[in-house]
């Protein structure tokens, strides 16, 4: 688009593979498009000119609707879970569409899209179809024993990827102990070297097992065809379990190529490498441990939300073309693991604090009873996840929970939906003038608390760098969508860093919601709380100080005569007269800290 031409409405995104890459081409196709999908957005969200535009994403079969619907496009299947991340981190703002084969795509119909309630479509026979989540019919899980007929088949050896990890042991624990498994493979990229692995061979050895710990990255496709061809032809390979992950967090705006890659490789490059290498065997089970996060679009973790999703596409296309496969999107274990402990305590993924957005934790037991629930479902996807529905009706509601929870508005576009229910805007708008500003901080304070935890507004001080709170670009994030939605407005992902306070940030809204009575000095209050905050993060790095106050002494000075408050000409620094201020307005003053400060 040229400089000063119109900004369109709804922008379309095309991510449609013109022909399927080979198999062993497929898991770097899939990382290709997903890092241009991330190149896409990031520009997209950072260009100003396309705040009030629509974004919609359009792929072609890389989802599957249905039962029995094969994903033809498995390469930019990733492409969803990222955007489902971007979706939930930038509300209202990019949409998702799959379409059917077809010579022309349905630019109209995909027009439209962007301006209904839906963020994530698929047309299939002219007909729209949304994704839901559906809970499983009868409630809580069958009892373990009920699935031990339906394991019985896994009677040759069972290969575990990422088995000597907290899951992967919990698993190969549960196969031996419950299932009667006797012939088991653990495969990690450290082998023997993984903490605890030595003693979980001799412990599952006790149990009767004989157990084989491998040093191997399933990701390389040579160091896995020599761990399978090292399996005895006695006990032939019967069931795979894809356990293996890595994670990397950061927000859509700053996750970097080198982080989208270190995620995705090894969940779709060992997947495909699984699924190219077995296919000709007769397996009884072939289960990938996926996540919610390529479901339900978790913030912060785009690029684990996009390797999740390929392998829920994987089973799909596997159970389309008649072989086993199960993908299980774990919600939240409250068993610690080398993966869950580096998580935030504010990620959705994490374990530090579960139900603080609306998803609950499992404990290992019950966390194994649904793997075994899983074998005996026959789909080629579960969601094994808790929620805690209060939570998330106070909270930001993905529209695949749409069946479980009933959001403020089902009809209204999300940012409709969202000024409708802006109450708080509305309460700040029938107070009087004198009073807003104070109400506006106290809303504030209320959100900052609820992002970082705390009890109340109280534990928050209205004059602390948000910084300084422990805020990082996630929270940020999420300080951001909650104050947009209670106000109303289009607010930036740098809101908190460019208005490094809640006095500060209270500030410049009072700016966009009540611009006819704004305070003509909140702009100067803007700039001194920047430039206290500026001081502040110097304050231990020593030097310039004599000469900074002194300076502040002259400002100080100026600002008095030009209030009136003193008839003298200000000298400079050096002790020069400067011309004596009469008046000034709010412009022309901050014109005088640029000139005396610089740009802070």
């Not at 301006?115 to 479509?121: F, I, K, N, R, T």
């Not at 624990?173 to 653990?186: I, S, T």
């Not at 785009?302 to 299980?328: C, E, I, K, S, V």
């Not at 705390?454 to 300084?468: L, M, N, Q, T």
């Amino acid at each position: 688009m040229e400089n000063g031409a119109p900004v369109p409405d709804v922008v379309v995104a095309v991510f449609i593979s013109q022909e399927a890459p080979s198999s062993q081409g497929l898991a770097v196709a899939a990382r290709r498009n997903t890092a241009a999908a991330l190149a896409l957005v990031r520009g997209w969200l950072a260009d100003e000119r396309f705040m009030e535009s629509r974004l919609v994403v359009v792929t072609r079969g890389a989802v599957a609707v249905g039962a029995g619907e094969d994903v033809v496009d498995l390469a930019h299947a990733p492409v969803w879970g990222l955007m489902r991340s971007v979706q939930r981190e930038h509300p209202d703002r990019v949409w998702l569409a799959d379409v059917e084969e077809a010579d022309e795509l349905p630019l109209p119909l995909l027009a439209g899209l962007a301006d209904g309630a839906e963020p994530q479509v698929a047309v299939r026979d002219g007909a729209v179809r949304v994704p839901r989540l559906v809970p499983r019919s009868g409630g809580a899980p069958p009892a373990p024993e009920a699935a031990v007929g339906c394991l019985d088949q896994w009677s040759g050896t069972v290969l575990i990827t990422g088995g000597t990890g907290t899951l992967g042991a919990l698993l190969a624990r549960h196969l031996v102990a419950v299932h009667g498994v006797r012939h088991l493979v653990l495969t990690s990229r450290r082998g023997e070297q993984a903490p605890g692995a030595a003693e979980l061979r001799d412990e599952l050895t006790g149990l009767g097992a004989e157990v084989s710990v491998m040093a191997c990255d399933a990701a390389d496709r040579r160091a896995l065809e020599k761990a399978l061809a090292a399996i005895p032809a006695a006990y032939p390979l019967k069931a795979v379990v894809h356990a293996a992950g890595v994670l990397d967090d950061g927000v859509v705006t700053g996750l970097t190529d080198e982080q989208m890659d270190a995620v995705l490789r090894p969940k779709i490059d060992a997947a495909v490498n699984l699924h190219e290498l077995t296919r000709h065997l007769d397996l009884s089970a072939f289960v990938l441990f996926s996540s919610a996060a390529g479901v339900l679009g978790t913030p912060g973790q785009g690029n684990y939300a996009a390797a999740n999703a390929f392998l829920d596409a994987m089973a799909a296309h596997r159970a389309a073309q008649g072989l086993p496969a199960t993908a299980l999107a774990w919600g939240l274990w409250t068993e610690k693991s080398e993966l869950t402990s580096s998580l935030a305590e504010s990620s959705a993924q994490g374990t530090a604090r579960p139900g603080r957005h609306g998803v609950l934790g499992f404990s290992s037991a019950e966390g194994l009873a649904m793997f075994d629930a899983a074998q005996l479902t026959g789909e080629p996807l579960a969601v094994p996840i808790r929620f805690d529905r209060t939570e998330l009706r106070h909270g930001d509601i993905p529209s695949v929970l749409r069946n479980l929870v009933r959001a403020p508005r089902p009809g209204a576009r999300p940012s409709e939906g969202a000024a409708a229910t802006a109450a708080a805007g509305q309460r700040l708008l029938e107070l009087p003038a004198a009073e807003r500003g104070p109400a506006l901080v106290e809303l504030i304070r209320s959100h900052t608390a609820t992002v970082l935890g705390h009890s109340g507004a109280a534990a928050v001080d209205e004059e602390r760098a948000f910084k300084e709170m422990g805020f990082d670009s996630l929270t940020a994030v999420q300080l951001r969508n909650r104050l947009g939605t209670a106000t109303g407005l289009k607010l930036p992902p740098t809101l908190v860093f460019d208005h490094p306070t809640p006095a500060a940030l209270a500030g410049h809204l009072m700016e966009k919601l009540f611009p006819e009575n704004t305070d003509p000095a909140l702009p100067i209050f803007k700039e001194i709380d920047r430039l206290e905050a500026l001081l502040r993060s110097m304050e231990s790095s020593g030097g310039g100080h004599d000469q900074i106050a002194a300076r502040l002494r002259v400002l100080a000075t100026k600002i008095e005569t030009a209030g009136g408050t003193g008839s003298q000409a200000a000298p400079t620094a050096n002790g020069a007269p400067e011309q004596e201020i009469t008046a000034a307005t709010a412009d022309e003053l901050l014109d005088l800290i640029d000139k005396e400060f610089g740009s802070v």
